[in-house]
């Protein structure tokens, strides 16, 4: 028994000192190691490409990370490939590759813990940008769990380019190794980013978009790309940033695993070259395989990329909520993830609401739904939004590019379908009121309702001739003159005249 | 010269070489291209102290680079500490008892002494445990004590050069291969070089590559002499300046050196 | 033969010795050849090759589109790595020795640098000839003329073999702008091809790099 377990503890102790070399290794490597320095360069430069234009977007988790994914990339891309090329060409700068090889430790081995430090560094200043992300928009969405995919295609891409750029430097010691790294992986990047923006966006003659497979699999991904609802109405489809992930771990595989082969010239252990063959094709095997799915992705009707292969149906079931409303004369709901719109709804629809609540045909509620365009709606002219019990596709002219609002149910509430835009361009509050006013006193072809639709919006703060009711002279005068009637005035006039104005039976010489 | 009046000057008394033969090669050649670099070399050295000497392109160093596995040899016969360096598991083993400092001495900037002599220990794959103790004795031995936590950038060449002899030796080596190591060492230095050479070959093969004829005279008890790849004396400090009668040069060991190349020469 | 004339040196071998160094402007030339050999010139030449190469695909692929930001972000790009290649060029891997020669090395730091930054204006407008590229050789050689004052700038700074961190944060920063539609002349890329305040402050920086690079070159450590 004592001497089978010897050659085992033997073995045990000697794999227990070998992990102990290498992390006295390591510590040294991450001590003295070029990311050390060039990490809150790349903090800094996340902070002016990446945080605020992140944070200026609506505080939802899919919207947010996903156009993180991007701008973190092209942020750090550079840095960490130039930072692991000068890393990995050391040796061949510094005149030490003779000393190294007399050494009993396996240069491939030692490149690795090399590798490993600049990676290390890369990734916590990384996970610490990405942190001051998902903490800030915790405090600020409403609704909703964090989206981690994007920042895991994040982690796996910087692992991969810190992979090539040590390979290249190692491979190519040259003084140009560094520089051509990071410039490279800009260019790449930035090629990237364009090549995956649509070649004739959003034309309705071409719903059917094209992706290029190579493109997709790339972890660029062009802003107007990103889904605002992404994750809101319907679960993250996370199978695009499954397969990106498996792109970079491929890379940062063969680029590892290739260095490693040099150990075959160098007579190295059978067992490290066998490693660094079996990481090299298994490298191999990710990337093409993340090519090869991306090359049968197709457009959910969500906007959202599906990869078949990788699909889970149970993604396809939207989420079930209770709108969130506020306390109001005439209340607005919206989805929870849009709370945050509430104050801002109200604030502007007080003023129409105080004028018309309780009229008869007057909503005594808005329902706000996102507007589930997509390729398919626009090609056939339907309009389609998100609601409650899933997507819902109906013909309605559009209200002067706003989604069109009807009125409908007992008691009447006004659905309104918005775009995810107009939250972003600050002008979801101008589309609301102009919707409830047109849904509730109309005015197309009568100038008389027109005035007084007018007349009321700008009191909600939009100024004549400023809405979409197309007033003319006269009915801009009288426009402007009842909006400046005192508010009792006003409500009084219209609650007395309103179901001639309905009927369409006052004129314009009637208005006061 | 003769032998005995050698002695009589301080030239050290040749001894019968020891029994453990750290370094057995036969025939051993190099060939770069068509250029052959050292042309079938016969060595067999135990402990002590080798020098090497030789001008400029005998194959100082390319030997010295086969004996420390960093090339391999394009033909002949190799074992080094008993072990044969084709075999991968072998030569890692031999990596582990050698020392090894080349010619060109390569360093990190950034690192401080003690972790650049640390980070060869652990390449070594000395015990992990024995790693501090060991590199602040091999820096206390190279007399940097006082600048262990230097910066390499900071020092000067002389004591870059004894932060090389200090990684060679942080592993106790059984075989010691060093390539002009006194290069840059002041005199003093060099004669606390000398005493520390003297000391590892008591139990070690240390082979020292150099031009420097008294570093030879004073701390090798063997010398090999090359000329166009090939070892064309091998023998004591006092047998090469026994040989130094038709020499040219200012010391005996010189006039020594001098007419033994220029007999092989002939 | 004695042992004196055993240790003859051998006479050089009259085929490797530089030849015809007493025609007029021959040492000057040679004197040229050599550094720009030891600043591995030949190789930044092919790589501002391969910059220009990239920007015509890119512009027949028609990646480059006409306005707004992404008119700019590949060409900003690739004069990017351009300024970092002539930048890198300034390391020198000879040190003090070289410093301590003589009078001639500012002014041949001085034609090295210019030449590259005209070779590279010149590559890259010849690769978009023939084609729209926004902005034309007007905002080709405004950008690249700062992005490589800044790269000279930090070779000074960091060293030559890191110079490239400088124009590459940079250009990351200009990218952004690019996308925020930021407005100062600082960040030249993002302001039109005719706007005079930016093509000032991108020649003031081009020649503050100049002027560092001719003076004092790349930073050396004690023994690079």
């Known amino acids: 028994m004592a001497t089978a377990e010897a050659p085992v503890r033997l073995s045990l102790r000697a794999g227990r000192r070998s992990q102990a070399a290498r992390s006295a290794l390591l510590q040294i490597e991450l001590r003295r190691n070029a990311m050390v320095w060039i990490a809150p360069v790349t903090i800094v430069l996340f902070y002016f490409t990446t945080f605020r234009p992140v944070m200026a977007l609506p505080a939802l988790w899919g919207l947010r990370t996903l156009a993180m994914q991007t701008d973190a990339l092209i942020a750090f891309g550079p840095f960490v490939a130039g930072a692991a090329a000068w890393m990995g060409s050391r040796e061949g700068r510094r005149d030490t590759a003779e000393m190294v090889a007399g050494t009993a430790r396996a240069r491939w081995s030692a490149q690795l813990v090399t590798w490993g430090a600049t990676t290390l560094w890369a990734l916590a200043s990384f996970a610490v940008c990405v942190a001051a992300v998902y903490i800030a928009t915790a405090i600020q969405a409403s609704w909703g769990a964090a989206e981690w995919w994007p920042a895991a295609v994040d982690a796996a891409w910087i692992v991969a380019l810190s992979a090539v750029g040590f390979a290249a430097g190692a491979m190519f010691p040259s003084r140009f190794a560094a520089p051509l790294a990071a410039l490279i992986t800009a260019v790449a990047l930035e090629i990237a980013f364009r090549a995956e923006l649509p070649l004739v966006p959003l034309d309705p003659l071409h719903p059917a978009l094209r992706f290029s497979p190579y493109s997709l699999a790339l972890p660029t991904i062009g802003l107007p790309l990103i889904p605002f609802d992404a994750g809101i109405y319907y679960p993250f489809l996370p199978d695009l940033s499954i397969v990106q992930t498996m792109l970079g771990a491929g890379l940062a595989a063969v680029a590892i695993g290739g260095l490693g082969l040099r150990e075959i010239a160098r007579r190295g252990a059978r067992r490290l070259v066998a490693t660094a063959l079996a990481l090299t094709l298994a490298g191999i095997a990710a990337s093409l395989a993340a090519v090869i799915l991306a090359g049968g992705a197709i457009p959910d009707e969500h906007g959202m990329i599906e990869i078949p292969a990788l699909h889970y149906s149970a993604d396809d079931h939207p989420y079930s909520y209770t709108p969130a409303c506020n306390a109001a004369a005439i209340p607005v709901c919206v989805h929870p993830a849009f709370r945050g719109e509430l104050p801002g709804l109200a604030r502007m629809l007080r003023p129409v609401a105080r004028d018309l609540a309780g009229l008869p045909g007057v909503p005594v509620r808005v329902d706000l739904d996102a507007s589930a365009n997509n390729q398919l709606a626009v090609a056939t002219g339907t309009h389609c939004q998100h609601t409650r019990n899933g997507v819902e596709c109906h013909s309605s002219a559009l209200v002067a590019g706003y989604g069109a609002g009807t009125v409908s149910g007992t008691p009447p509430t006004l659905h309104f379908a918005f775009d995810l835009e107009s939250i972003a361009g600050g002008t979801l509050d101008d589309a609301a009121v102009q919707n409830f006013a047109q849904a509730t006193i109309g005015g197309r072809g009568d100038t008389a309702r027109a005035a007084i639709a007018g007349a009321l919006i700008h009191d909600a703060g939009i100024p004549l001739g400023m809405d979409d009711f197309a007033l003319i002279a006269p009915a801009l005068a009288v426009a402007r003159r009842f909006s400046e009637l005192p508010a009792a005035s006003q409500r009084a006039w219209i609650r007395f005249h309103w179901s001639a104005l309905r009927a369409g039976e006052i004129t314009l010489a009637q208005l006061p | ?266 | ?224």
């Open chain 2, 1 to 266: 010269m003769s032998i005995e009046t050698a002695v009589a000057h301080g030239y050290p008394e040749p001894r019968p070489l020891p029994s453990a033969t750290n370094i057995d090669a036969g025939g051993l050649t190099r060939r770069f291209g068509r250029t052959e670099a050292v042309a079938g070399v016969d060595l067999c050295a135990g402990p002590g102290v080798l020098g090497l000497l030789g001008p400029n392109g005998a194959g100082k160093t390319s030997l010295l680079r086969m004996l420390a596995t960093v090339i391999p040899p394009s033909s002949g016969r190799l074992q080094l500490l008993e072990r044969d360096p084709r075999i991968h598991a072998e030569r890692r083993e031999i990596r582990r008892r050698l020392g090894y400092l080349p010619q060109n001495l390569g360093y990190y900037p950034g690192f401080t002494v003690i972790e650049f002599v640390e980070y060869f220990a652990l390449l070594k794959e000395m015990a992990p445990a024995r790693v501090p103790a060991a590199v602040a004795a091999a820096v206390e031995r190279v007399d940097l004590g006082g600048k262990a936590r230097a910066r390499l950038r900071t020092l000067s060449g002389g004591m870059l050069r004894r932060v090389g002899i200090a990684q060679a030796i942080v592993n106790d080596p059984q075989l010691l291969l060093l390539d002009e190591p006194t290069a840059g060492l002041d005199p003093e230095q060099r004669i606390a070089f000398r005493a520390l050479l003297r000391e590892l070959g008591e139990s070690a093969t240390v082979l020292v590559s150099t031009h420097l004829v008294e570093d030879v005279g004073a701390a090798c008890g063997r010398v090999a002499l090359m000329e166009s790849g090939r070892i064309v004396f091998h023998g004591t400090p006092a047998e090469l300046v026994a040989r130094g009668d038709q020499g040219a040069g200012d010391a005996p060991l010189e006039r020594g050196y001098s007419a033994v190349l220029a007999g092989a020469r002939a």
């Open chain 3, 1 to 224: 033969m004695s042992a004196h004339t055993a240790y003859a040196p051998a006479p050089p071998d009259s085929a490797v010795l530089p030849r015809g160094l007493t025609r007029p402007g021959a040492a000057s030339r040679r004197l040229l050849r050599l550094h720009v050999a030891s600043r591995r010139l030949p190789i930044a030449l092919a790589l501002l090759a391969g910059c220009a190469a990239i920007l015509r695909i890119a512009l027949d692929s028609h990646w480059i589109t006409q306005t707004g930001a992404g008119a700019v972000q590949i060409p900003l790009a690739l004069e990017t790595a351009a300024a970092a290649i002539i930048a890198t060029t300034l390391h020198s891997p000879i040190g003090e020795g070289e410093r301590a020669s003589g009078k001639w090395l500012p002014y041949l730091r001085l034609a090295s640098t210019i030449s590259l930054t005209s070779v590279a204006a010149g590559v890259l407008a010849v690769a978009a000839a023939g084609v729209h590229l926004p902005g034309g050789n007007e905002a080709i050689v405004r950008n690249l003329a700062g992005l490589t004052g800044i790269g000279l700038l930090a070779a000074n700074a960091f060293g030559g073999q890191l110079a490239w961190t400088g124009p590459t944060a940079y250009g990351v920063i200009a990218q952004y702008a690019l996308t925020a539609a930021w407005t100062t002349p600082w960040i030249w890329p993002a302001r039109p091809a005719d706007d005079l305040g930016a093509a000032l402050y991108a020649a003031l920086t081009f020649s503050a790099g100049i002027l560092v690079a001719t003076t004092r070159g790349a930073r050396e450590t004690a023994r690079s």
